[in-house]
């Protein structure tokens, strides 16, 4: 599926503008359709576009003057100018004046989807790495990278050390743990901060894609590639790769990136032209690759051109008091952006946070705070903000109690009593198979009592 973008159309042919609205509708873009110059300019004063689509000749004006417009007002929409009357000086202006692309009717529909899509992914890119300027600053302080355990400053030492290196580096860890976190600070703190950073999850493509994306691809090449289309090596030219879930990466791929880091070049597909370039690799995985080299499943050699720096990173339980420096972190980030106002956690919270084992690592401490600030929004962070799954069951029960508590404007006590030791007598049989000697034992009650409760409760095996 392609990326969900907001595209504006300015077209004033009524019969091309309906068809192209719904072709791009159906390529799953949102899409703004106008006839004129002046609806065009009310969308682009009243809406962010991603990418506009202008034909040149308007009944009140021409593209060009709007493609002025949208220089100077959003550096950020990327624009295709369309025309029935293209030139050479036509083109050229318009290239000068800063679109992305030129195209002349009339023209195929899939060739301008691929250029569209070709574009957006450009552009991405270009966006993210302005946004990682921004930050280099920052990030080569080194307490940015938030934790004050022993892990956390052996990875920043290490950090420091590789500043002015371009050896490859493979960052290992448990999901969850911050793998691309550090390959973005590598790249903020070496040589090539200024240039572009590329980041692809080789695990998250179908193997008969991921070829393409990673080396790109020459017209012809396969059915739908209609227009040559450059890879991520080729678009990380000059900077740096990111290889995320290098161990996902299949067997026939493994011996084609070998290539890549031994001589520095590759062929995209279907071409015999060799391109040659010049990137830092960083390579991540939660995979054991010695344990998948001793299944077949992983090149060895492959294994040591990667492996030339290794940064491990450990598992966010391991990390001791950095779970609540992270937590604290997290509050500050999402107090600033969803405009929340949580003031801490109590020492009851802090404790329970501490004890959980986190299989998540830093990306489920992130989602848990990030749900804690949508729905809280002020106060102390207490046990009862807390998804369930991380407390025990005297702690499941307060929890309960003081959600009911907080929701009523009175309680029915003895109810709720009656009502919770039905339910954990009723859970209780059905664990052991309704044997009332082993459900007395695991209740701590003497077995007449059991069966007396289950009479008086009306419990039954067949309504459970």
């Not at 937590?327 to 107090?335: G, K, M, Y």
């Amino acid at each position: 599926m392609r990326q969900s973008a907001f595209i504006l159309l300015v077209e004033d042919e009524d019969e091309l503008r309906i068809a192209l609205r719904d072709i791009l509708s159906q390529a799953h873009y949102h899409v703004e359709a106008v006839p004129n110059v002046g609806q065009a300019k009310e969308a682009i004063e009243r809406n962010k576009f991603d990418l506009s689509i202008l034909d040149v000749r308007l009944p009140d004006g021409n593209g060009i003057d709007l493609l002025r417009m949208v220089r100077q007002t959003d550096s950020d929409n990327a624009v295709i100018m369309m025309t029935a009357y293209a030139d050479v000086d036509l083109a050229v202006d318009a290239i000068r004046l800063g679109a992305d692309d030129f195209i002349k009717k009339p023209f195929d529909m899939d060739e301008l989807l691929v250029r569209i899509e070709e574009i957006l992914k450009k552009r991405n890119i270009i966006r993210d790495n302005k946004a990682l300027n921004k930050e280099v600053k920052s990030l080569r302080n080194q307490s940015s990278l938030v934790g004050q355990s022993e892990a956390m400053d052996k990875v920043r030492q290490m950090i420091d050390v590789l500043g002015d290196s371009e050896s490859t580096v493979l960052i290992t860890g448990e999901s969850g743990t911050g793998k691309e976190v550090i390959a973005r600070r590598l790249h903020a703190v070496g040589t090539r901060s200024n240039k572009p950073f590329v980041s692809i999850n080789c695990g998250a493509i179908p193997e008969e894609l991921l070829e393409s994306e990673l080396f790109g691809h020459v017209k012809g090449a396969f059915t739908g590639a209609v227009r040559a289309r450059p890879g991520r090596f080729e678009l990380a030219n000059g900077g740096v790769i990111f290889l995320d879930e290098i161990g996902d990466m299949s067997p026939k791929l493994q011996v084609k990136l070998l290539r890549v880091l031994q001589e520095r070049c590759f062929e995209p597909v279907g071409s015999e032209k060799t391109t040659q370039i010049d990137v830092r690799v960083i390579a991540a995985t939660h995979r054991n690759l010695e344990e998948e080299i001793s299944h077949g499943r992983f090149r060895e050699d492959l294994y040591y051109r990667l492996n030339v720096i290794p940064i491990h990173l450990a598992p966010l339980r391991d990390r001791g008091e950095d779970v609540l420096l992270l937590a604290e972190h997290f509050i500050q980030h999402f107090n600033a952006s969803k405009h929340s106002e949580i003031s801490g956690m109590t020492d009851e919270a802090k404790k329970i946070m501490f004890n959980y084992s986190w299989r998540g690592n830093v990306r489920e401490l992130q989602n848990v705070m990030e749900r804690i600030a949508t729905l809280k929004r002020s106060g102390m962070i207490d046990v009862q903000d807390l998804p369930s799954k991380m407390l025990d069951q005297s702690q499941r029960i307060k929890q309960e109690l003081q959600l009911d508590i907080n929701n009523e404007d009175s309680i029915d006590l003895k109810g709720m009593v009656d009502e919770y030791e039905n339910n954990l007598i009723e859970s209780a049989l059905n664990r052991f198979d309704w044997n009332k000697n082993r459900t007395a034992n695991f209740l701590s009650l003497n077995r007449t009592t059991l069966v007396e409760k289950i009479k008086k409760k009306g419990l039954n095996p067949n309504e459970t």
